[in-house]
Structures are given as structure tokens and as C-alpha cells.
């Protein structure tokens, strides 16, 4: 009897469909997509750190990194379906999860995502020329003050924190510039204050304390409190001593996180073995990412603004993470 070709190919196709499916579920992989931010930028690695971890550890699961335009798009990829894990700013992250500000009445809304785990500390960092009158954030007046470029998180952030102080932007004289640009006119003394919501510590702001001899301001506690009662996504830090160069004292300042939050699409047992994934191979990640050093059981639920992942929630519950009880009084459960 002669068999055709495509009698064959069609004998093939359907057995590797039969095997398929016969696989218990647990043995057929998943495919999961990080989202993160451009390819050159902190995120994109960060991410790439993680999917390898996951890759080596859960070999069902298969993930992919993403590049994206940051935090604001990952929220639009989210609310679509379109990613399965996200870095999102924390007040994006808050808004977006009650279809509120930006979010309100939009399709996809509210986010239906869980937290996971707070990644990069984001550090108010304030400098200013060793030789200025400034010793304060209510010295701003008059002054020429970085905002940061439009658009950015770090203007964001900027403006509600002086608005959290009851500063207004025609108090001082904004500059809505990048980090970069930034620290070569302060250096030209073209402008009063550096201040930033950055990683600890910043390589822009490490070569600015090189250059120059430079303060960095503390945040005065009545301050800090205002804004940390304004905002569920800032928190009070202190930034050690000797980050920068001329730093002798710890300066008092307040923090947020950027969290990262995984789709509720995404099954409890699978986002419970993630995060075991992930807190049971932090010496790893740290070995790849320096932005995993100061994570932790301790430090996880930093800048996650809203209800956890139940297979997250499930996870931290069996490891005793102190703060769980207080975060779900907080901020509910899903």
C-alpha cells in the first residue's frame, strides 16, 4: 500500500498532540513574560536575572524577558493580559489596582494583578554644593531645583512630594531635566539642587560627590512624616553614611520601592513556586543583579501597595514574614 506524505506528517503531528496531552499538567510548561523596561536601562536586567533563576530552578516553566518603555506601559501590558510579571512604579501600581487618577473608567481597570515583592529602593537623594545656604527642603525658594526630564518617574515623584510639603513649583525655579544633564550643570554651578529618587548608590550621583564637594541634605522627620502620610507608597529610610563622597553623617530621607506584581491569571501553585524560586536563590540573583543585594524575607513587602498573590501570600505565611499580618490588614487579600 503506498502512503502519502502528508498521511505521514499528519500521523506525526497527531501523535506529538497525544503525547501532549497525555503529560501531567505539571510535567508541560509555561510560558511567562517579565515585563521590564528598555533593554538599556536597570529594569531589563533585573528581569533577566529573575527568568534565568526561574528557568534553572522550575523546569516547567519557561521565562521571557520583555522590553518595554518602563513602568507606565507595563501597567497598559497588564491591565490587556499581555505580560504575566511586571516592575510598576508603586503609584501607578495603587492607582491602577482602584481604577483611580489616570485609571479611572478605562477598559482593564482596576489591575487585576497581586503583589509580589518590592525590587529597587528608590532613595530620595538630595545634594547640594558644600558652600550653599541651603540646609533644607524649605530653603528651596528661589531656587533653581531638578525636577527631572518630563514624563519621567522621577518628576512624578518630585512634584508630589513637594505638593505633599505644601511647596509650590512657582516657590523655586523647576528644571525639568534628565540625571545626566543634571549633574554636568550643577558642576557648572547652574543649578541649586540635585535631588533624586534613585537607586543606592546612583552612578550619576556617585560621579557628581567625585566632582564636587558636595552636602547631601537630610529629611527632616516632620517633613518625611508628611509625605509618608500622604502617600501608601513612600516609606522613611535613612541613607547611610559614606554612600557618597563627603558623607560623614546618615541622612534621614524616605524611600519607595518599585514592586513587582505577578496576573492573577497566573495559578496559585505556580506564583507560589516563583517565589520560592526566587527567595530560596537570593545569593544567585545577587551574584547577577546588584539590585537583589538588600532584598529579603524582611524587606519584601516594601513599596507592595496592594493584596499579595494568594500563591505569594501562601509563600511568605509558611516562611513567618513578619510583616504579613500588617500588610493584609492594610491592604486586603485576594
Known amino acids: 500500500m503506498k502512503v502519502r506524505a502528508r498521511d505521514v506528517v499528519s500521523a506525526i503531528v497527531g501523535a506529538a ?26 529594569w531589563y536586567p533585573i528581569g533577566g536575572a529573575m527568568a534565568k533563576v526561574i528557568g534553572d530552578n522550575i523546569k516547567t516553566i519557561q521565562p521571557r524577558v520583555e522590553a518595554t518603555k518602563g513602568g507606565y506601559e507595563n501597567v497598559e501590558l497588564l491591565a490587556k493580559g499581555d505580560i504575566d510579571i511586571a516592575l510598576v512604579p508603586p503609584f501607578a501600581l495603587s492607582d491602577a489596582f482602584k481604577a483611580k487618577g489616570d ?16 525590587c529597587c529602593d528608590n532613595i530620595l537623594t538630595i545634594m547640594v554644593p558644600k558652600d550653599s545656604p541651603i540646609r533644607s527642603v524649605m530653603d528651596f525658594k528661589g531656587k533653581r531645583v531638578v525636577m527631572g526630564n518630563p514624563g519621567s518617574t522621577n518628576r512624578y515623584i518630585m512634584y508630589k512630594v513637594i505638593e505633599a510639603l505644601g511647596i509650590s513649583p512657582g516657590d523655586f525655579q523647576p528644571l525639568d531635566i534628565s540625571i545626566a544633564p543634571a549633574v554636568n550643570r550643577l558642576k557648572n554651578r547652574q543649578i541649586d539642587v540635585l535631588w533624586w529618587n534613585a537607586t543606592t548608590p546612583h552612578g550619576a550621583l556617585v560621579d557628581a560627590s567625585v566632582s564636587l564637594d558636595l552636602r547631601v541634605l537630610p529629611l527632616e522627620k516632620p517633613l518625611a512624616d508628611k509625605i509618608v502620610n500622604t502617600y501608601d507608597w513612600m516609606d522613611h529610610t ?16 524616605v524611600v519607595s520601592a518599585i514592586a513587582l506584581v505577578i496576573h492573577q491569571h497566573v495559578d496559585l501553585e505556580t506564583a507560589y513556586r516563583l517565589t520560592k524560586a526566587v527567595f530560596e536563590n537570593l545569593d544567585e540573583l545577587r551574584q547577577i543583579h546588584a539590585a537583589y543585594k538588600p532584598i529579603s524575607l524582611a524587606s519584601a513587602l516594601n513599596g507592595v501597595n496592594i493584596p499579595l498573590h494568594p500563591g505569594v501570600a501562601r509563600y511568605y505565611r ?15 487579600k485576594l
Open 318 to 332: 509558611e516562611k513567618g514574614v513578619a510583616r504579613l499580618v500588617d500588610h493584609e490588614k492594610r491592604f486586603g
Open 103 to 118: 485609571y479611572a473608567g478605562k477598559p482593564g481597570y482596576p489591575l487585576k494583578v497581586g503583589g509580589w515583592f518590592g
Open 238 to 253: 535613612v541613607l547611610p553614611a559614606g554612600t557618597y563622597k563627603g558623607m560623614d553623617k546618615d541622612a534621614p530621607t
Open 17 to 42: 498532540l497525544a503525547a501532549a496531552l497525555a503529560l501531567p499538567a505539571a510535567a508541560q510548561s509555561k510560558y511567562l513574560t517579565i515585563g521590564t523596561a528598555g533593554s538599556g536601562g536597570a
